[in-house]
Antibody, heavy 118, light 113 residues
Framework: EVQLVESGGGLVQPGGSLRLSCEAS????????IHWVRQAPGKGLVWVSR????????NYADSVKGRFTISRDNAMNTVYLQMNSLRAEDTAVYYC???????????WGQGTTVTVSS | DIVMTQSPDSLAVSLGERATINCKSS????????????LAWYQQKPGQPPKLLIY???TRESGVPDRFSGSGSGTDFTLTISSLQAEDVAVYHC?????????FGGGTKVEIK
């Protein structure tokens, strides 16, 4: 079964850090770009970051640039999102998704919730 | 950035009736070299991640019922549910993957009247 499973979310104080993980199974992980997309409570979907299949290129939304770092370990079929200097506005469900240049986001994880609050 | 604008924000449709959702992009998402519109539609049910329904503006993803159809080109797109079923209650999102940053519409909530 093709699957992405996120973990690492939780409650953190403003200024704190979290590391999210996204573990893949059932497909050739190392050939896909992986993206992070977030959804604040009651809001729409917002792209956060992406990493190329071999990890050689990364991109970030302006709202997280300099605070978040995406990385991957293809031997472990896992992508990470290191989130530092967290703010209340980072509170959201974070989804990882595999990106296909033909069809967009064909596979999504179930999401992990990040709450930034004192 | 390409801004995606969906309308309406919500709609209520009777079972078996047609539901129509519109999506407008602030610039064309038509890739001239292959004549494909890089526009997708996702369905999101409460507490679940989005699910890909339509890509290239009008191609149904495998396993998606044929009551779902997409149309449009350039900057104006439509998702149509031809005969609404109870299981179609969800939020529907349009998404452009033509250029970075990838962007989404604000979502349209579909309910039963």
């Amino acid at each position: 079964e093709v699957q992405l499973v996120e973990s690492g979310g939780g409650l953190v104080q403003p200024g704190g850090s979290l590391r999210l993980s996204c573990e893949a199974s059932g497909f050739t992980f190392s050939t896909y770009y992986i993206h992070w997309v977030r959804q604040a409570p009651g809001k729409g979907l917002v792209w956060v970051s992406r990493i190329k299949s071999d990890g050689s290129s990364t991109n970030y939304a302006d709202s997280v640039k300099g605070r978040f770092t995406i990385s991957r370990d293809n031997a472990m079929n896992t992508v990470y999102l290191q989130m530092n200097s967290l703010r209340a506005e980072d509170t959201a469900v974070y989804y990882c998704a595999s990106f296909d240049f033909w069809s967009g986001y064909a596979v999504w994880g179930q999401g992990t919730t990040v709450t930034v609050s004192s | 950035d390409i801004v995606m604008t969906q309308s309406p924000d919500s709609l209520a449709v009777s079972l078996g009736e047609r539901a129509t959702i519109n999506c407008k992009s602030s610039q064309s998402v038509l890739y001239s070299s292959n004549n494909k519109n890089y526009l997708a539609w996702y369905q999101q049910k409460p507490g679940q991640p989005p699910k890909l329904l339509i890509y290239w503006a009008s191609t149904r993803e495998s396993g998606v019922p044929d009551r779902f159809s997409g149309s449009g080109s350039g900057t104006d797109f439509t998702l149509t549910i031809s005969s609404l079923q109870a299981e179609d209650v969800a939020v529907y999102h349009c998404h452009q993957y033509y250029s970075s940053p990838l962007t989404f519409g604000g979502g349209t909530k579909v309910e039963i009247k």
